[in-house]
């Protein structure tokens, strides 16, 4: 693969609607070559300052236990609705991923949190390009629930790790092309000295 045809794999990566994701996604030897791609990643004094959680297809009812303790924790009265809608985000896209960071602080290195996400964001990037070149669609969410404090502890997290999100992968027929990307003359200026 030469650096135009990289450019265009690049650019052709767009995310699905969870809505029309569906079976298959990738086999656990496709999501090996994923999750090695992620740790591929700038990784500034090897802090390795990220880890992947798969939650299996058997798993998902727990984690929207999860989703609906969230919302009963922000809502005083949640609805029926309200909490099945909530469960019924553990259910979609055929492969789920959770994307952890596992930040260090100041006093284990002096490199600070934001080098650390953005290893986590490498990281995240490389899964996806990877997942999209074996011919899988992806999306990545996250939401207020899975900031909350029962979520964190169900997802059975150290105190050093935060929920950063999650990453479906599967298939999609049709997929639409990607809207409202900059140009590269927008992203790039030379900078003058004063």
């Keep these: 693969m030469n650096a135009q045809q990289l450019v265009d794999l690049i650019c052709s990566r767009t995310s699905a609607p969870l809505k029309r994701m569906e079976a298959p996604g990738p086999n656990a030897e ?22 992947i959680l798969e939650i299996p297809r058997d798993a998902r009812d727990a984690l929207g236990d999860l989703f609906a303790q969230a919302v009963k924790e922000r809502q005083e009265t949640p609805t029926e609705e ?4 909530a ?5 979609k896209g055929p492969v789920l991923l959770v994307l952890v960071g596992c930040f260090h602080g100041s006093e284990e290195t002096s490199i600070p949190k934001y080098e650390q996400m953005i290893s986590a964001g490498t990281a995240l990037q490389n899964m996806v390009l990877v997942a999209h070149a074996l011919g899988y669609a992806s999306r990545i969410t996250s939401g207020e629930s899975a900031r909350a404090a029962s979520f964190h502890k169900g997802l059975g997290l150290s105190e050093n790790e935060e929920f950063l999100c999650f990453i479906s992968l599967g298939t ?9 990307r900059q140009e590269a003359q927008e992203l790039l200026s030379l900078w003058t000295p004063n």
């Design 30 to 51: 496709e999501l090996k070559l994923i999750v090695e791609a992620a740790a591929a990643a700038p990784d500034h004094g090897h802090l390795h300052p990220f880890r």
């Design 82 to 85: 309200a909490l099945a809608r």
């Design 87 to 91: 469960r019924e985000k553990a259910h």
């Design 172 to 180: 999609i027929d049709d997929p639409r092309p990607a809207k409202g």
